[in-house]
């Protein structure tokens, strides 16, 4: 796959292309987002996502971060005011790219192992893909 951009499988894509920029026609205004991590708020289970064609996983990355504050500002204060222990959003997210040379890097970028994983799956392979999302779900 190295070499070829047939699949807009671009390296150093966001050298050229500023994550802020990418993320911008979702942030702006981000009540989109906003009505998402609402729509999580008591929910028992982890919030999860998924980046389908991840690249080197700058966006998935910056995409954690901005739904944890979101998540973050959704919760309510204890009711209990002497427990004023809040716990922190539980996020799970995975990001696939097709091209081996991009998850690799991307897993060597990755700050939040613990949060958010890579894998080289083709989507529009679909029984790699129903296995994929299956495994992935079922992890969380
Ligand atoms: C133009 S880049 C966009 C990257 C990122 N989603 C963003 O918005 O910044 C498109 C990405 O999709 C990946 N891609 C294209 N076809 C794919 C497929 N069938 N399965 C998985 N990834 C694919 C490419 O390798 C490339 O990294």
Redesign the pocket.
């Given at each position: 796959m190295s070499g070829t951009t047939l699949?807009?499988?671009?390296h150093n894509?966001y050298k050229f292309?500023a994550v802020e920029e990418?993320l911008r026609c979702i942030t702006e205004g981000s009540q989109c987002l906003r009505c998402i991590a609402q729509e999580h708020m008591g929910a028992s289970e982890p919030f999860t996502m998924l980046?389908?064609?991840?690249?080197e996983g700058d966006?998935s990355l910056a995409m954690i971060a901005i739904m944890r504050e979101l998540l973050r500002s959704q919760r309510q204060a204890p009711l209990d005011p002497s427990n004023s222990i809040v716990a922190e959003p539980v996020i799970r997210a995975s990001g696939?790219?097709?091209?081996g040379e991009?998850i690799s890097r991307a897993v060597n970028k990755n700050t939040r192992p613990e949060e958010l994983s890579f894998e080289v799956?083709?989507?529009?392979n679909e029984l790699a893909f129903r296995t994929y999302v299956q495994s992935f779900l079922g992890s969380c």
């Open positions: 699949y807009g499988n671009f894509y292309n990418r980046d389908l064609g991840c690249n966006v696939i790219d097709l091209d991009l799956v083709d989507l529009t």
